[in-house]
């Protein structure tokens, strides 16, 4: 079940979750790790539906920002399925609460006008990098340290720049592969500021278990963050 959370491939989940199911009321299941087993299964069920529904709006927003109507409407409705799909295997009320806001704000959003959508998609097609590994032309700095949560968990910058930033994820496995869309939330310490962002995955470097996003563009808040260091 972790192997296809990491995988991001929520047409699995169910498929999986239900496997899992026949394989515990089996007789010859070790009764002792029955309710263990059960309860990991859920969480990682629900975790994947989560990261589902977030994934899906990132792409949706996307989608009215470059103009593409239809896009947004397919992706918005199946986020609203990915969400039911969350809280049914357990998702909070703040989850759900905080999902709820942000479908009905992209169902709301205006699509992009022609020129506009034409400078998204030169901007988007310069934001690629080769091979995976982001070119940021800017100052990379290394203090001070933010803080930065994807999927509510948080992690810690080992550089950050105008236009992107590198994680320190840690031992733990993280469900992101390059090219995937992610929503960040970046807080700096001693500055009364919290922004959310869209990044993309630009790296990841299991060795050295670090996480390279990219913004698509130079970031305001941090720049932000910089008037408010210095």
């Keep these: 079940m972790q192997r296809i959370v990491e995988s991001s491939r929520p047409e699995h989940f169910d498929i999986e979750a239900g496997l899992l199911s026949d394989l515990i009321k089996n007789p010859d299941f070790p009764r002792p790790h029955k309710s263990a087993f059960q309860e990991a299964a859920k969480q990682l069920q629900r975790q994947g539906h989560e990261q589902t529904t977030d994934r899906l709006l990132s792409e949706a ?11 947004r409407d397919r992706l918005v409705a199946k986020a609203r399925e990915a969400l039911s799909k969350a809280v049914k295997s357990g998702s909070g009320k703040e989850f759900r609460k905080e999902m709820e806001k942000r479908l009905s704000s992209v169902a709301a ?15 988007q097609a310069q934001a690629q990098p080769p091979n995976g590994v982001e070119k940021r032309n800017t100052i990379r700095y290394t203090e001070p340290v933010l803080t930065v949560a994807i999927n509510h968990v948080e992690y ?37 500021m919290r922004h959310r962002q869209q990044a993309r995955v630009a790296r990841r470097d299991d060795g050295t278990n670090s996480l390279a996003l990219a913004f698509l563009d130079i970031d305001p808040v941090i720049l932000a963050f910089l008037k408010a260091i210095e």
């Design 109 to 123: 959003m205006e699509i992009a006008p022609a020129p506009v959508r034409q400078k998204l998609r030169k901007r």
């Design 61 to 71: 927003e996307n989608g009215a920002r470059s103009g593409d109507r239809a896009a």
């Design 156 to 192: 810690r910058t080992i550089d950050w720049s105008t236009r992107g930033l590198l994680l320190d994820v840690g031992p733990a496995a993280v469900p992101l592969i390059v090219g995937d869309q992610v929503r960040v939330e970046i807080s700096c310490p001693n500055v009364e």
